[in-house]
Protein backbone atom coordinates (compact mmCIF):
# COMPACT_ATOMS: atom_id res chain seq x y z
CA UNK A 1 0.00 0.00 0.00
CA UNK A 2 1.22 3.58 -0.82
CA UNK A 3 1.46 5.56 2.43
CA UNK A 4 0.92 9.35 1.12
CA UNK A 5 3.23 11.22 3.89
CA UNK A 6 2.36 14.78 2.07
CA UNK A 7 1.03 15.99 5.25
CA UNK A 8 3.79 14.58 7.50
CA UNK A 9 5.86 17.95 7.36
CA UNK A 10 9.66 17.76 7.41
CA UNK A 11 11.48 15.32 6.27
CA UNK A 12 11.95 12.21 9.37
CA UNK A 13 15.41 12.75 10.31
CA UNK A 14 15.58 10.33 12.18
CA UNK A 15 17.55 7.46 10.11
CA UNK A 16 20.82 6.43 10.63
CA UNK A 17 21.81 8.73 7.73
CA UNK A 18 20.23 11.13 8.80
CA UNK A 19 23.45 13.19 8.86
CA UNK A 20 24.81 13.05 5.64
CA UNK A 21 20.78 13.34 4.08
CA UNK A 22 20.13 16.11 6.18
CA UNK A 23 22.95 18.08 4.32
CA UNK A 24 21.81 17.26 0.92
CA UNK A 25 18.22 18.83 2.08
CA UNK A 26 19.73 21.36 3.50
CA UNK A 27 21.61 21.99 0.76
CA UNK A 28 18.33 22.29 -1.03
CA UNK A 29 16.80 24.69 1.06
CA UNK A 30 19.30 27.20 1.48
CA UNK A 31 19.90 27.08 -2.74
CA UNK A 32 15.96 27.38 -2.82
CA UNK A 33 16.08 30.12 0.22
CA UNK A 34 19.14 32.27 -2.12
CA UNK A 35 17.82 32.55 -5.00
CA UNK A 36 14.09 33.28 -3.29
CA UNK A 37 15.54 36.53 -1.68
CA UNK A 38 16.94 37.04 -5.32
CA UNK A 39 14.00 37.26 -6.49
CA UNK A 40 11.62 38.53 -3.70
CA UNK A 41 9.69 35.50 -4.17
CA UNK A 42 6.26 35.28 -1.76
CA UNK A 43 6.79 34.14 1.56
CA UNK A 44 3.25 31.64 0.68
CA UNK A 45 4.79 30.06 -2.08
CA UNK A 46 8.22 29.65 -1.01
CA UNK A 47 6.47 27.84 2.26
CA UNK A 48 4.68 26.07 -0.36
CA UNK A 49 8.24 25.03 -2.36
CA UNK A 50 10.21 24.25 0.89
CA UNK A 51 8.44 20.85 0.76
CA UNK A 52 7.43 18.34 -1.72
CA UNK A 53 3.77 18.17 -2.63
CA UNK A 54 3.89 14.37 -1.58
CA UNK A 55 5.66 11.59 -0.01
CA UNK A 56 5.14 8.11 -1.21
CA UNK A 57 6.62 5.49 1.08
CA UNK A 58 6.48 1.61 0.63
CA UNK A 59 7.96 -1.37 1.80
CA UNK A 60 8.05 -4.39 -0.68
CA UNK A 61 8.50 -8.12 0.54
CA UNK A 62 10.61 -9.42 -2.33
CA UNK A 63 10.66 -13.79 -2.30
CA UNK A 64 14.75 -14.16 -2.94
CA UNK A 65 16.12 -16.71 -5.45
CA UNK A 66 16.90 -19.02 -2.52
CA UNK A 67 13.38 -18.66 -1.24
CA UNK A 68 13.16 -16.61 1.83
CA UNK A 69 12.03 -13.23 1.62
CA UNK A 70 13.36 -9.79 2.48
CA UNK A 71 11.54 -6.01 2.99
CA UNK A 72 12.84 -3.48 0.64
CA UNK A 73 12.22 0.06 2.05
CA UNK A 74 11.03 2.21 -1.36
CA UNK A 75 10.23 6.11 -1.80
CA UNK A 76 8.75 8.54 -4.80
CA UNK A 77 8.36 11.77 -3.28
CA UNK A 78 6.75 14.30 -5.77
CA UNK A 79 7.88 17.77 -4.93
CA UNK A 80 5.72 20.32 -7.32
CA UNK A 81 3.39 19.65 -10.40
CA UNK A 82 2.86 23.09 -11.47
CA UNK A 83 4.39 23.23 -14.74
CA UNK A 84 3.39 19.38 -15.52
CA UNK A 85 3.88 15.94 -14.72
CA UNK A 86 6.21 15.06 -12.43
CA UNK A 87 9.67 14.18 -13.64
CA UNK A 88 12.59 12.40 -11.87
CA UNK A 89 15.05 9.69 -11.71
CA UNK A 90 14.39 6.19 -9.17
CA UNK A 91 17.62 5.43 -7.52
CA UNK A 92 18.73 1.84 -6.35
CA UNK A 93 20.60 2.37 -3.19
CA UNK A 94 22.01 1.27 -0.05
CA UNK A 95 22.50 4.74 0.53
CA UNK A 96 18.97 5.99 -0.70
CA UNK A 97 17.06 7.91 2.10
CA UNK A 98 13.82 10.14 1.82
CA UNK A 99 15.62 13.46 2.95
CA UNK A 100 17.71 13.05 -0.11
CA UNK A 101 15.28 11.94 -2.07
CA UNK A 102 13.30 14.97 -1.28
CA UNK A 103 16.31 17.21 -2.25
CA UNK A 104 16.57 15.34 -5.60
CA UNK A 105 12.92 16.25 -6.38
CA UNK A 106 12.97 19.85 -5.22
CA UNK A 107 16.58 20.36 -7.37
CA UNK A 108 14.54 18.45 -10.69
CA UNK A 109 11.80 21.07 -10.03
CA UNK A 110 14.35 23.97 -10.55
CA UNK A 111 15.88 21.94 -13.84
CA UNK A 112 12.91 21.28 -15.63
CA UNK A 113 11.89 24.68 -15.20
CA UNK A 114 15.17 26.28 -16.19
CA UNK A 115 15.00 23.99 -19.31
CA UNK A 116 11.28 25.62 -19.65
CA UNK A 117 10.01 21.81 -20.14
CA UNK A 118 6.64 20.80 -19.24
CA UNK A 119 7.24 19.17 -16.34
CA UNK A 120 7.57 19.34 -12.39
CA UNK A 121 10.21 17.34 -9.85
CA UNK A 122 9.94 13.76 -8.53
CA UNK A 123 12.73 11.48 -6.97
CA UNK A 124 13.22 7.91 -5.38
CA UNK A 125 14.00 5.12 -5.51
CA UNK A 126 14.85 1.19 -3.31
CA UNK A 127 17.17 1.34 -1.01
CA UNK A 128 19.12 -1.86 -1.39
CA UNK A 129 22.13 -2.65 -3.18
CA UNK A 130 21.28 -3.46 -6.67
CA UNK A 131 24.66 -5.43 -7.35
CA UNK A 132 23.14 -8.12 -4.45
CA UNK A 133 19.98 -9.42 -6.18
CA UNK A 134 20.25 -11.39 -9.33
CA UNK A 135 18.89 -10.10 -12.28
CA UNK A 136 15.45 -12.71 -11.79
CA UNK A 137 15.34 -10.65 -7.91
CA UNK A 138 15.87 -7.05 -9.90
CA UNK A 139 13.31 -7.86 -11.76
CA UNK A 140 10.58 -8.84 -9.02
CA UNK A 141 11.04 -6.09 -7.33
CA UNK A 142 10.72 -3.73 -9.93
CA UNK A 143 7.45 -4.81 -11.11
CA UNK A 144 6.25 -5.06 -7.96
CA UNK A 145 7.05 -1.31 -6.99
CA UNK A 146 5.70 -0.40 -10.13
CA UNK A 147 2.31 -2.01 -8.59
CA UNK A 148 2.79 -0.09 -5.94
CA UNK A 149 3.31 2.90 -7.84
CA UNK A 150 0.57 2.69 -9.97
CA UNK A 151 -1.77 5.56 -9.21
CA UNK A 152 0.83 8.07 -9.03
CA UNK A 153 3.13 7.23 -11.98
CA UNK A 154 1.75 7.63 -15.41
CA UNK A 155 2.54 9.54 -18.40
CA UNK A 156 0.30 12.60 -17.60
CA UNK A 157 1.14 12.53 -14.06
CA UNK A 158 4.79 11.16 -12.94
CA UNK A 159 7.39 9.61 -15.17
CA UNK A 160 10.28 8.07 -14.07
CA UNK A 161 13.57 7.58 -15.20
CA UNK A 162 16.94 5.91 -14.92
CA UNK A 163 19.39 6.68 -12.18
CA UNK A 164 22.04 5.25 -9.67
CA UNK A 165 21.59 1.71 -9.85
CA UNK A 166 18.83 1.72 -12.23
CA UNK A 167 19.25 1.14 -15.98
CA UNK A 168 16.89 1.11 -19.42
CA UNK A 169 16.30 -2.65 -18.53
CA UNK A 170 14.43 -1.65 -14.94
CA UNK A 171 12.77 1.32 -17.39
CA UNK A 172 11.79 -1.43 -19.64
CA UNK A 173 10.15 -3.85 -16.51
CA UNK A 174 8.52 -0.59 -15.43
CA UNK A 175 6.79 -0.12 -18.43
CA UNK A 176 5.62 -3.43 -19.10
CA UNK A 177 4.69 -4.11 -15.40
CA UNK A 178 2.49 -0.58 -15.66
CA UNK A 179 1.39 -1.26 -19.29
CA UNK A 180 -0.24 -4.87 -18.05
CA UNK A 181 -2.19 -3.08 -14.98
CA UNK A 182 -3.74 -0.72 -17.40
CA UNK A 183 -3.90 -2.82 -20.17
CA UNK A 184 -2.79 -0.44 -22.73
CA UNK A 185 0.93 -0.04 -24.19
CA UNK A 186 1.92 2.58 -22.83
CA UNK A 187 5.71 3.95 -23.41
CA UNK A 188 5.56 7.64 -22.38
CA UNK A 189 5.19 6.03 -18.47
CA UNK A 190 9.16 6.34 -18.18
CA UNK A 191 11.81 7.27 -20.27
CA UNK A 192 15.61 6.37 -20.64
CA UNK A 193 14.06 2.85 -22.02
CA UNK A 194 15.63 0.76 -24.40
CA UNK A 195 15.26 1.97 -28.22
CA UNK A 196 12.86 -1.01 -29.41
CA UNK A 197 10.32 -0.26 -26.70
CA UNK A 198 9.92 3.60 -27.38
CA UNK A 199 13.72 4.77 -25.82
CA UNK A 200 15.15 8.11 -27.62
CA UNK A 201 18.59 7.71 -29.14
CA UNK A 202 20.89 9.69 -27.39
CA UNK A 203 19.30 9.85 -24.26
CA UNK A 204 21.85 8.02 -22.22
CA UNK A 205 24.92 9.99 -23.60
CA UNK A 206 23.04 13.61 -23.16
CA UNK A 207 23.47 14.19 -19.44
CA UNK A 208 26.95 14.43 -20.58
CA UNK A 209 26.99 15.89 -23.76
CA UNK A 210 24.94 18.53 -22.36
CA UNK A 211 28.08 19.01 -19.41
CA UNK A 212 30.57 19.07 -22.36
CA UNK A 213 27.77 21.73 -24.37
CA UNK A 214 27.96 23.92 -21.46
CA UNK A 215 31.34 23.53 -20.44
CA UNK A 216 32.50 24.73 -24.03
CA UNK A 217 30.12 27.84 -23.79
CA UNK A 218 31.37 28.89 -19.88
CA UNK A 219 34.97 28.34 -21.58
CA UNK A 220 34.07 31.20 -24.46
CA UNK A 221 32.32 33.37 -21.66
CA UNK A 222 35.77 33.31 -20.07
CA UNK A 223 37.88 33.87 -23.43
CA UNK A 224 39.17 30.11 -23.28
CA UNK A 225 38.68 27.05 -25.41
CA UNK A 226 37.97 23.99 -25.28
CA UNK A 227 41.12 22.98 -27.25
CA UNK A 228 43.99 21.94 -24.74
CA UNK A 229 41.52 22.93 -21.65
CA UNK A 230 43.12 20.35 -18.83
CA UNK A 231 40.34 18.48 -17.36
CA UNK A 232 39.66 16.04 -14.41
CA UNK A 233 36.31 13.84 -14.28
CA UNK A 234 35.10 12.35 -11.20
CA UNK A 235 32.86 9.05 -11.95
CA UNK A 236 33.03 7.74 -15.82
CA UNK A 237 29.31 6.36 -15.87
CA UNK A 238 26.63 7.76 -18.29
CA UNK A 239 27.31 11.37 -17.29
CA UNK A 240 31.50 11.87 -16.74
CA UNK A 241 32.44 8.95 -19.09
CA UNK A 242 30.51 10.92 -21.94
CA UNK A 243 31.17 14.74 -20.85
CA UNK A 244 35.46 13.44 -21.00
CA UNK A 245 34.58 11.62 -24.36
CA UNK A 246 32.99 14.50 -26.17
CA UNK A 247 35.35 17.18 -24.63
CA UNK A 248 38.37 14.35 -25.37
CA UNK A 249 36.57 14.96 -29.24
CA UNK A 250 36.48 18.77 -29.12
CA UNK A 251 40.53 19.25 -28.13
CA UNK A 252 40.37 19.04 -24.30
CA UNK A 253 43.08 16.67 -22.50
CA UNK A 254 40.86 14.46 -20.41
CA UNK A 255 44.11 13.89 -17.43
CA UNK A 256 41.88 11.94 -14.76
CA UNK A 257 39.10 9.83 -14.42
CA UNK A 258 37.67 7.96 -11.54
CA UNK A 259 35.41 5.00 -10.48
CA UNK A 260 33.76 4.30 -7.02
CA UNK A 261 37.83 2.42 -6.37
CA UNK A 262 39.97 5.55 -7.46
CA UNK A 263 41.78 7.36 -9.76
CA UNK A 264 43.71 7.17 -12.96
CA UNK A 265 46.11 10.67 -14.24
CA UNK A 266 48.10 10.95 -16.62
CA UNK A 267 49.37 14.71 -17.17
CA UNK A 268 49.88 13.89 -21.09
CA UNK A 269 46.14 12.97 -21.12
CA UNK A 270 43.97 9.66 -21.33
CA UNK A 271 42.70 7.62 -23.97
CA UNK A 272 39.31 8.31 -22.69
CA UNK A 273 37.43 6.94 -25.88
CA UNK A 274 39.35 3.40 -25.52
CA UNK A 275 38.29 3.71 -21.49
CA UNK A 276 34.84 1.23 -21.54
CA UNK A 277 32.31 3.24 -19.47
CA UNK A 278 30.49 2.19 -16.33
CA UNK A 279 27.46 0.19 -17.84
CA UNK A 280 29.83 -1.25 -20.48
CA UNK A 281 32.32 -2.18 -17.81
CA UNK A 282 32.05 -1.37 -14.23
CA UNK A 283 35.50 -1.93 -12.85
CA UNK A 284 37.24 -0.80 -16.21
CA UNK A 285 38.82 1.92 -14.68
CA UNK A 286 39.94 -0.04 -11.58
CA UNK A 287 41.67 -2.57 -14.05
CA UNK A 288 42.85 0.13 -16.55
CA UNK A 289 46.58 -1.55 -17.20
CA UNK A 290 49.02 0.77 -18.11
CA UNK A 291 52.01 1.38 -16.39
CA UNK A 292 52.06 5.41 -17.20
CA UNK A 293 49.20 6.42 -15.32
CA UNK A 294 49.33 7.62 -11.86
CA UNK A 295 46.80 5.79 -9.36
CA UNK A 296 45.10 8.40 -7.07
CA UNK A 297 42.07 8.63 -4.76
CA UNK A 298 38.77 10.46 -5.67
CA UNK A 299 39.60 12.97 -2.95
CA UNK A 300 43.23 13.74 -4.90
CA UNK A 301 41.33 14.37 -8.05
CA UNK A 302 38.80 16.44 -6.76
CA UNK A 303 42.30 18.86 -5.51
CA UNK A 304 44.45 18.51 -8.79
CA UNK A 305 45.53 21.75 -10.19
CA UNK A 306 43.39 21.57 -14.09
CA UNK A 307 41.70 24.10 -15.82
CA UNK A 308 38.39 21.98 -15.56
CA UNK A 309 36.94 19.82 -12.85
CA UNK A 310 33.66 17.72 -13.18
CA UNK A 311 32.64 16.17 -10.85
CA UNK A 312 30.21 13.88 -11.82
CA UNK A 313 29.90 10.70 -9.54
CA UNK A 314 27.87 11.28 -6.50
CA UNK A 315 26.38 13.73 -4.19
CA UNK A 316 28.03 16.16 -1.46
CA UNK A 317 31.72 15.66 -2.81
CA UNK A 318 32.87 19.41 -2.46
CA UNK A 319 32.42 20.31 0.90
CA UNK A 320 33.52 22.86 4.00
CA UNK A 321 36.80 20.38 4.01
CA UNK A 322 38.11 20.43 0.96
CA UNK A 323 36.89 23.56 -1.33
CA UNK A 324 39.95 25.12 -0.35
CA UNK A 325 41.90 22.59 -2.11
CA UNK A 326 40.16 23.04 -5.28
CA UNK A 327 42.62 23.81 -7.45
CA UNK A 328 40.98 24.04 -11.00
CA UNK A 329 40.07 27.23 -12.48
CA UNK A 330 36.70 25.93 -13.33
CA UNK A 331 33.69 23.15 -12.10
CA UNK A 332 31.06 22.10 -13.98
CA UNK A 333 28.56 20.00 -11.79
CA UNK A 334 27.68 16.76 -13.85
CA UNK A 335 26.11 14.84 -10.87
CA UNK A 336 23.44 15.82 -8.96
CA UNK A 337 24.48 18.34 -5.76
CA UNK A 338 27.93 17.52 -5.70
CA UNK A 339 28.90 20.85 -3.78
CA UNK A 340 27.72 21.89 -0.17
CA UNK A 341 26.37 25.05 0.25
CA UNK A 342 28.90 25.75 2.37
CA UNK A 343 31.57 24.69 -0.12
CA UNK A 344 29.78 26.99 -2.71
CA UNK A 345 30.48 29.78 -0.42
CA UNK A 346 34.05 28.83 0.30
CA UNK A 347 34.10 28.83 -3.78
CA UNK A 348 32.59 31.79 -4.66
CA UNK A 349 34.87 33.82 -1.99
CA UNK A 350 37.90 32.22 -3.66
CA UNK A 351 36.23 33.34 -7.56
CA UNK A 352 35.96 29.55 -8.41
CA UNK A 353 32.94 29.36 -11.05
CA UNK A 354 30.52 26.67 -9.69
CA UNK A 355 28.15 25.67 -12.66
CA UNK A 356 25.21 24.05 -11.25
CA UNK A 357 23.81 20.49 -11.80
CA UNK A 358 20.77 22.13 -13.05
CA UNK A 359 22.25 23.29 -16.24
CA UNK A 360 24.67 21.43 -16.64
CA UNK A 361 23.44 17.72 -16.70
CA UNK A 362 20.16 19.28 -17.67
CA UNK A 363 21.01 17.16 -21.00
CA UNK A 364 19.14 14.13 -19.27
CA UNK A 365 15.85 15.78 -18.53
CA UNK A 366 15.54 17.29 -22.21
CA UNK A 367 16.40 14.55 -23.77
CA UNK A 368 13.98 12.50 -21.76
CA UNK A 369 11.12 15.48 -22.78
CA UNK A 370 12.14 14.51 -26.08
CA UNK A 371 11.74 10.80 -25.46
CA UNK A 372 7.96 11.02 -23.82
CA UNK A 373 7.27 13.65 -27.06
CA UNK A 374 7.94 10.80 -29.65
CA UNK A 375 6.02 8.00 -27.15
CA UNK A 376 3.04 10.28 -26.86
CA UNK A 377 3.05 11.19 -30.12
CA UNK A 378 4.07 7.54 -31.75
CA UNK A 379 7.14 9.22 -33.72
CA UNK A 380 10.70 8.34 -33.59
CA UNK A 381 13.26 11.42 -34.24
CA UNK A 382 16.60 10.64 -35.88
CA UNK A 383 20.08 10.88 -33.16
CA UNK A 384 21.13 13.83 -35.62
CA UNK A 385 17.46 15.59 -34.33
CA UNK A 386 18.38 14.72 -30.72
CA UNK A 387 21.72 16.26 -30.95
CA UNK A 388 19.91 19.46 -32.68
CA UNK A 389 17.56 19.93 -30.33
CA UNK A 390 19.20 19.75 -27.54
CA UNK A 391 22.03 22.04 -28.65
CA UNK A 392 19.29 24.51 -29.22
CA UNK A 393 18.02 23.87 -25.81
CA UNK A 394 20.88 23.96 -23.84
CA UNK A 395 21.79 27.14 -25.94
CA UNK A 396 18.33 28.87 -24.43
CA UNK A 397 19.15 27.77 -20.81
CA UNK A 398 22.36 29.22 -21.34
CA UNK A 399 21.33 32.09 -22.36
CA UNK A 400 19.00 32.85 -19.60
CA UNK A 401 21.20 31.75 -16.95
CA UNK A 402 23.96 34.16 -18.61
CA UNK A 403 21.71 37.30 -18.62
CA UNK A 404 20.58 36.30 -14.96
CA UNK A 405 24.31 36.54 -13.85
CA UNK A 406 25.66 39.75 -15.87
CA UNK A 407 22.29 41.63 -14.69
CA UNK A 408 22.34 40.15 -10.90
CA UNK A 409 26.21 40.10 -10.50
CA UNK A 410 25.38 36.40 -8.51
CA UNK A 411 26.85 33.62 -9.01
CA UNK A 412 26.25 31.08 -11.75
CA UNK A 413 24.52 28.52 -9.54
CA UNK A 414 22.27 31.57 -8.18
CA UNK A 415 21.30 32.62 -11.72
CA UNK A 416 20.32 29.53 -12.92
CA UNK A 417 18.10 29.05 -9.54
CA UNK A 418 16.65 32.58 -10.77
CA UNK A 419 15.76 31.41 -13.92
CA UNK A 420 14.14 28.07 -12.79
CA UNK A 421 12.57 29.08 -9.32
CA UNK A 422 10.79 32.41 -11.23
CA UNK A 423 8.94 30.01 -13.63
CA UNK A 424 7.56 27.71 -11.25
CA UNK A 425 6.76 30.84 -9.20
CA UNK A 426 5.13 32.57 -11.89
CA UNK A 427 3.04 28.98 -12.89
CA UNK A 428 1.68 29.10 -8.99
CA UNK A 429 0.70 32.81 -8.93
CA UNK A 430 -1.23 32.27 -12.22
CA UNK A 431 -2.90 28.56 -10.71
CA UNK A 432 -3.23 30.13 -7.36
CA UNK A 433 -4.30 28.11 -4.28
CA UNK A 434 -7.28 25.92 -4.48
CA UNK A 435 -9.92 25.24 -2.88
P1 LIG B 1 26.68 5.78 -13.46
O1 LIG B 1 26.27 4.70 -12.54
O2 LIG B 1 26.59 5.58 -14.93
O3 LIG B 1 28.23 6.16 -13.16
C1 LIG B 1 28.65 6.56 -11.89
C2 LIG B 1 30.18 6.57 -11.85
O4 LIG B 1 30.59 7.08 -10.57
C3 LIG B 1 30.80 5.19 -11.95
O5 LIG B 1 32.05 5.31 -12.62
C4 LIG B 1 31.01 4.77 -10.50
O6 LIG B 1 32.04 3.82 -10.32
C5 LIG B 1 31.38 6.11 -9.90
N1 LIG B 1 31.09 6.20 -8.46
C6 LIG B 1 30.05 5.68 -7.79
N2 LIG B 1 30.13 5.99 -6.48
C7 LIG B 1 31.24 6.74 -6.34
C8 LIG B 1 31.84 7.37 -5.24
N3 LIG B 1 31.34 7.27 -4.01
N4 LIG B 1 32.99 8.08 -5.47
C9 LIG B 1 33.51 8.18 -6.70
N5 LIG B 1 32.96 7.60 -7.78
C10 LIG B 1 31.85 6.89 -7.60
O7 LIG B 1 25.92 7.09 -12.96
P2 LIG B 1 25.48 8.34 -13.82
O8 LIG B 1 24.17 8.06 -14.47
O9 LIG B 1 26.62 8.83 -14.65
O10 LIG B 1 25.17 9.39 -12.66
C11 LIG B 1 26.20 10.10 -12.00
C12 LIG B 1 25.60 11.33 -11.33
O11 LIG B 1 24.94 12.12 -12.31
C13 LIG B 1 24.53 11.05 -10.26
O12 LIG B 1 24.61 12.09 -9.30
C14 LIG B 1 23.23 11.18 -11.03
O13 LIG B 1 22.14 11.51 -10.20
C15 LIG B 1 23.59 12.33 -11.94
N6 LIG B 1 22.76 12.44 -13.15
C16 LIG B 1 22.54 11.35 -13.95
C17 LIG B 1 21.74 11.51 -15.09
C18 LIG B 1 21.46 10.37 -16.01
O14 LIG B 1 20.55 10.49 -16.82
N7 LIG B 1 22.23 9.29 -15.95
C19 LIG B 1 21.20 12.77 -15.41
C20 LIG B 1 21.47 13.84 -14.58
C21 LIG B 1 22.26 13.66 -13.46
Known amino acids: MVTDLSAAGPADSS?????????????????LERAAREIDLDDDILTRLRQPGRMHEVTIPIEMDDGHVEVFSCFRVQHDNVRGPYKGGLRYSPDLTKEESVALAMTMSWKSALMD??????KGGVRVNPKELSPAERERLTRRFTHELRNVIGPMRDIPAPDMGTDPQTMAWIMDAYSMMTDES?????????????GSPGRQAAPGRSAAVITREVLAYYD????????AVQGFGSVGGHAARLLNDWGATIVAVSDVHGAIYDPNGLPVADIPLHDEEPEAVKGYDDAGVTRMSNDELLTLDVDVLIPAAVGNVITEFNADDVAADLVVEGANGPTTSTADLILAERDTPVIPD??????GVTVSYFEWLQDIN??????????????T??????ANVLQEYEEREVT???????????RVAEAHEQRGLWP
Do not use: C
Open 15 to 31: SAEAGAADSALATARTQ
Open 117 to 122: LPFGGA
Open 186 to 198: QPGVVTGKPRAIG
Open 224 to 231: RSVEGTTV
Open 358 to 363: ILANAG
Open 378 to 391: RRSWSLERVHKELE
Open 393 to 398: EMQAAW
Open 412 to 422: WREAAYVVGLS
